[in-house]
């Protein structure tokens, strides 16, 4: 400008250093980056001989899942003129749906929850309106006719049942919350509730336990986020999230954290991390969109992943959670035209290690009638078994006994190996071209030279060359087309 010499480049050069030497972190020209060996993981949505298609998918506006899916069955609650019902299915037998396929039908009430046993793959639990429980007992193979007697049917909420989970660690323990605002705690040893929660003023949106089952973390209606000790119903730690409005609440293995999914005071929706000690801030809040539909949260302890799937969306986003800064990476983001109303997650003994498959869903599209399975693999060129990528996992069998986990003992779950369930890929074998090839036609080779003897003999030598040259024709150019072929 006038009354100033121009700098040089190397004035220039000096004071940029300086500029840069006085930035606060928060503005470093290097972007926070942890390298991560499941930064490449894609999403991979299975083709149509893979989906179960034609099923009446529920119209239920209740906030859940409508599906549980274990090593064996797919269960999907249905939509019904009366009562409530829903399917079980052979998970291996994908296709389309008969419409008068067996259903479970004894509720009053519409279903709105399914649970499938952790430790037992025939069991199922599910709740209804009708303000009862109820455990059934499936048939190996599926069902051949209607079921409407449960194997036990437990009452003890005064209002419509919304939500049940099984306990972690013991087979024989299922919490339920009912829109009376009340946990109950049934032991199905005895088939009826042992204890009671009644620590919330509105209705429980979710409940998510611990590793070992000796925490209890609920999102409540009234805006608060609560871990409970079960078994006196004693709040630990509580939240009053007036500027994040939980809605989903899980445990993040043992990493001591929590993850919340909610609104905004903006209404934008946002993802949460929170110290399971200290509930007095989070730890770190992230927006996601400005979207209105419900986010669910699932978390694959064995990777440190956590999944957002958002109700009414088409996309899954994943990101790796860890104990130090950044604490949530996002990773990548699965993308799908078709809206999910809910999803199911096979557990980690049914995945296929062969493929580095970590996690799959079974989404709920109800506009189709289609249940649509979308495995997130990790891409490893080699053919054996992945040790990092899977560690030991919790197995089927429990921990504890109900009556153990009443009197106070904690244990942690059984593990497992998934190095049994590996086989190696099969390649296709090669197949040499086949040498000396001939072509029989009424007894004659073709490609030997045999004189005719008779009349008809000739008739035939002549069809059979004419015939061997269009074959010969057809097989050298592919374009080569004969009338009648």
């Known amino acids: 400008s006038a009354g100033f010499p121009p700098l040089s480049s190397a004035c220039i050069a000096v004071l940029l250093i300086q500029y840069i030497s006085v930035l606060p972190p928060q503005m470093s020209w290097h972007p926070t980056y942890k390298s991560s ?4 993981v894609y999403g991979k949505a299975g083709n149509r001989e893979q989906c179960f298609d034609g099923i009446p998918i529920t119209r239920n506006v209740h906030d859940n899942h409508f599906c549980a899916v274990n090593a064996k069955f797919l269960a999907i609650v249905t939509e019904t003129a009366g009562g409530g019902s829903f399917l079980v299915i052979p998970v291996n037998k994908p296709g389309r749906f008969d419409p008068h396929h067996p259903k479970v039908c004894g509720h009053q009430g519409g279903v709105l929850d399914i649970k499938w046993n952790p430790f037992t793959d025939n069991i199922i639990a599910s709740c209804s309106e009708d303000c009862s429980v109820r455990i059934w007992e499936i048939p190996e193979g599926g069902l051949r006719r209607n079921m409407s007697k449960a194997m036990l049917e437990l009452y003890g909420h005064s209002r419509r049942v919304g ?3 099984w306990h972690p660690t013991c087979c024989g323990l299922l919490f339920s919350a009912g829109y009376d605002f009340k946990i109950l705690i049934w ?3 005895e088939g009826a509730p042992v204890k009671m929660i009644d620590c919330h003023s509105d209705v429980v949106l979710c409940m998510s336990f611990n590793t070992d089952g000796s925490l209890l973390a609920t999102s409540c209606k009234d805006k608060h986020l609560r871990v409970i000790e079960p078994r006196s119903g004693r709040v630990l730690q509580e939240a009053d999230c007036k500027s994040h409005r939980v809605n989903r609440v899980v445990f993040l293995g043992n990493m001591k954290r929590l993850a919340t999914t909610g609104v905004s005071r903006w209404n934008t929706r946002q993802v949460a991390l929170w110290d399971q000690e200290d509930l007095s801030m989070p730890i770190i809040e992230e927006e996601i969109d400005g979207l209105s539909g419900l986010l669910f ?3 694959d302890a064995d990777t440190h992943m956590l999944y957002l799937a958002g109700k009414g969306d088409g996309n899954i986003r994943y990101y790796e959670v860890s104990t130090e800064k950044p604490y949530l990476q996002y990773l990548m983001e699965f993308r799908s035209p078709a809206p999910q109303k809910g999803l199911g997650v ?11 498959e970590v996690f799959r869903f079974y989404k709920l599209v109800t506009l ?6 979308i495995s997130m693999i990790v891409p490893r060129r080699s053919e054996t078994y992945q040790e990092d990528i899977y560690p030991m996992t919790a197995s089927t069998e429990p921990a504890v006994t109900a009556d153990e986990w009443l009197s106070g003992i904690d244990r942690e779950p059984v593990l497992m190996s998934l190095k049994a369930g590996y086989k190696r890929p099969c390649r296709t074998a090669f197949k040499a071209p086949r040498k000396g090839w001939k072509t029989m036609v009424n007894g004659l080779d073709l490609l030997e030279s045999i004189p005719p003897k008779t009349e008809n003999e000739v008739k035939a030598l002549d069809v059979s060359v004419n015939l061997s040259a269009q074959i010969t024709c057809s097989t050298l150019d592919p374009h080569f ?4 072929w």
């Open 37 to 40: 060996k499941f930064r490449n």
């Open 163 to 165: 939500l049940i989970e």
């Open 187 to 189: 032991n199905l040893e």
């Open 297 to 299: 949260p699932f978390y």
């Open 346 to 356: 096979m557990p980690k003994h049914g995945l296929d290690v062969t493929t580095c």
């Open 368 to 373: 189709k009638g289609l249940i649509e399975p």
């Open 481 to 484: 087309y004969c009338d009648g």
